[in-house]
């Protein structure tokens, strides 16, 4: 079972950066996929990221591909989602995901456990 804490969000003006980041507790953390999810108001659950169990496999929505970049510290027990350039309609809370097991899905079904998200609002 893995526990995640996430941090790293708040208001900013559209165009600049935030570094959120997901603390885990745990056994084999390095077994787990992790994942970047948000949800905004009225709105489905959508993926972000997603990184494999190494960090050599990144995955990324459409929408913030050249944006965000995510990486993890297996040591650390750490999971990160630097975003650049960030826009009002990425306004959403942020949640941390973790899946056991080498793929990375893009699916919120997919993810077993969650974290209880951080609220970044970018306004314009």
């Known amino acids: 079972q893995v526990q995640m804490v996430e941090s790293g969000g708040g208001l900013v003006q559209a165009g600049a950066s935030l570094s959120l980041s997901c603390a885990a507790s745990g056994r084999r953390f390095s077994s787990y996929t992790m994942g970047w999810f948000r949800q905004a108001p009225g709105k489905e659950r959508e993926f972000v990221s997603g990184?494999?169990?190494?960090?050599?496999?990144?995955y990324y929505a459409d929408s913030v591909k050249g944006r965000f970049t995510i990486s993890r510290d297996n040591v650390k027990k750490m999971v990160y989602l630097q975003m650049n350039s960030l826009k009002p309609e990425d306004t959403a809370v942020y949640l941390c995901a973790a899946k056991f097991g080498i793929s990375v899905p893009t699916m919120s079904q997919a993810y077993d456990y969650w974290g209880q998200g951080t609220q970044v609002t970018v306004s314009s």
């Open positions: 990184i494999n169990w190494s960090g050599g496999m990144t």
